[in-house]
C-alpha cells in the first residue's frame, strides 16, 4: 500500500525480488526462490514522481501492467452506503459488538461527507463509531468530534427494508419504479404490469421522477 511512499533504497530492493524471483531473510545469507503477485497502490501520479526522480522508472514499468484507477469516493458516493454496511459487519464482528442498525441522519451525514482519506477514512470513522456505541444504534453522538458533512446531496435508496427507514414516500416511490425498469430493461408495459397499474401512470411518474 502507498508504493508511492516507498524510499529510494527499498525500490531498488523490491525491484531486484521482481526480476530474480528470490529474497533473503534478515539474518540470512541464503537467497529463498519466491513466486508471487505484487499488488500495490498509491494515490500518488506516479509519472510526476518518476519525473521528479522520487520513483524508479525500471520499477514503475515493472508495476504497471495491469493498472486499475479507482475515482475518489466522493465522485462514487453510490458505494457509500454498501461500504458502510460491509464496514459495521465486519467490525461488529471483530470487536465483538452488535451494532444493527444506523440512524438515517448519520447515514445521510457519511453520504455527504468528502472523505479526503477515501476509503481507509470511512473504515476507521465505522470503526471509531462501533467501537464506542453503546446502544446498537450509530446515530449522532457516535460520530467523532471533528466530523462534518461538507455537502447537500441527497442519499440514495439502497435494496433491502432497512434501507427504507428514514426516507420520504417520493423517494421511496421514486425507487420502487427505478428499480421496477432495471428488472424489466426499461419495457414500460411490463413495469407497470408488476406494479398493477396502468402504463399511462407509469409515463406519468417516469416524467415526474425524470427516469
Known sequence: DEIGDMPLATQTKLLRVLEEHQITRVGDHKPQEVNVRVISATNRMLEEAVANNEFRNDLYYRLNVVTIELPALRER?????????????????????????????????????AWPGNIRQLRNTIESMVVLDTDGVLNGDDLPPDFASSEDVEIPITSGPSALVGQSLSNIERWAYQETLKLTDGNREEAARILGIGARTVYRKLKEFDL
Open 77 to 113: 458516493r453510490d458505494d457509500i452506503v454498501p461500504l458502510v454496511d460491509h464496514f459495521r459487519k465486519q467490525i461488529c464482528d471483530r470487536h465483538a459488538k452488535q451494532v444493527e442498525s444506523i440512524s438515517a441522519e448519520v447515514m445521510r451525514q457519511l453520504y455527504a461527507h
